[in-house]
Nanobody, 124 residues
């Protein structure tokens, strides 16, 4: 069992940046592919980015447009999501999800373990 925990959310001004972190409070992210997903109010949850273990394969959501970067520090067992040039449309709850395999997928149904989410609010 892996329990992802997100941190780093908060209030960001439009055009600003944010860095989210994901660690495991139970189990480990070692050998686990990890994805970041987000859910905006009234919308479905969708992919922001996903990274394989140890990090050779990365996927980004179609809406990312080069503004988000996913990375992992395997020595620290931490996965990061950096967002820049944020707009109000990036306001959402951001979730970290892990799977028991090392391959990354765009499909959120492939991820068994989910964090509680961290709110990112972008103000205009």
């Amino acid at each position: 069992q892996v329990q992802p925990v997100e941190s780093g959310g908060g209030l960001v001004q439009s055009g600003g940046s944010v860095t989210l972190s994901c660690v495991a409070s139970a189990g480990t992210l070692e050998i686990a592919a990890v994805g970041w997903f987000r859910q905006a109010p009234g919308k479905e949850r969708d992919l922001v980015a996903a990274i394989s273990w140890p990090g050779h394969t990365i996927y980004y959501g179609d809406h990312v447009k080069g503004r988000f970067t996913i990375s992992r520090d395997n020595a620290k067992n931490t996965v990061y999501l950096q967002g820049s040039d944020l707009g109000v449309e990036d306001t959402a709850v951001y979730y970290c999800a892990a799977r028991s395999g090392s391959s990354a997928y765009r499909d959120q149904s492939r991820y068994e373990y989910w964090g509680q989410g961290t709110q990112v609010t972008v103000s205009s």
